[in-house]
């Protein structure tokens, strides 16, 4: 019971020290809750925890494998991934509030296309390997003698303390949200997709740079 207890503690931390850092998902899910709601910035959550988790089993199973894939291609994999964050920067800088709080559209819909969206732009970081492996290693998570539900009840702690982090977050963000109007939130759109776009661009340059060199 001990040993359950203390893989489900170290789970849970595993879970909210991969989404803690404020990069590129946190600040899309920030912008998301304050100009659609909670449950818009929530779901980004979910998909970004989905992306972690694959992460998490990949490192469990694999880790030889996918750290010399990473090696061989991190530079082209770094060019790769920040032209996909430098779009996720461009759309949102373009976002207008008023728009997306005059039209309605089918929220199951939104909500999937949150989802999948923050999921595929979370799984174009692979370098968050490194992170988990440093995690795993830091809290001795698996060992040779871990059986098949150590390593379900590991995985299900991590993605619990994934989703712990963005429904905290995600709290207490719609609780400010009221108080920005409609050009507040142009501002911050127009903040949040630059901050993005220069993230993408120094990530496109530097591997760009390095790849030449």
């Known amino acids: 019971m001990d040993l359950i207890i203390s893989t489900i503690l170290k789970g849970l931390l595993i879970g909210i020290f991969v989404s803690a850092p404020m990069g590129p998902i946190g ?57 996909v964050l430098a779009g996720f920067g461009i759309y949102i800088y373009r976002q207008n509030p008023a728009k997306n709080l005059n039209i309605k559209k089918p929220k199951t819909a939104n909500h999937i296309q949150d989802l999948i969206s923050a999921f595929f732009l979370t799984l174009s970081n692979p370098l968050i390997l490194f992170l988990f492996i440093g995690l795993f290693a830091r809290f001795n998570f698996f060992s040779a003698e871990s059986q098949f539900h150590d390593y379900v009840i590991g995985y299900a702690s991590i993605i619990s303390g994934a989703m712990l982090w963005w429904f905290t977050i995600t709290y207490f963000i719609d609780k400010v949200r009221s108080k920005f109007n409609l050009r507040s939130l142009w501002i911050i759109n127009r903040c949040i997709g630059s901050i993005i776009l220069l993230m993408a661009t120094y990530g496109f340059v530097s591997g760009v740079y390095n790849y030449i060199n």
């Open 27 to 83: 600040v899309l899910c920030i912008q998301r809750t304050l100009n659609k709601g909670r449950i818009t910035g929530l779901f980004t959550g979910i998909g970004a925890a989905l992306s972690d988790l694959i992460y998490a089993v990949l490192t469990g199973f694999g880790i030889s494998i996918i750290l010399e894939f990473i090696e061989n291609y991190e530079l082209i994999i770094q060019i790769l991934g920040s032209l």
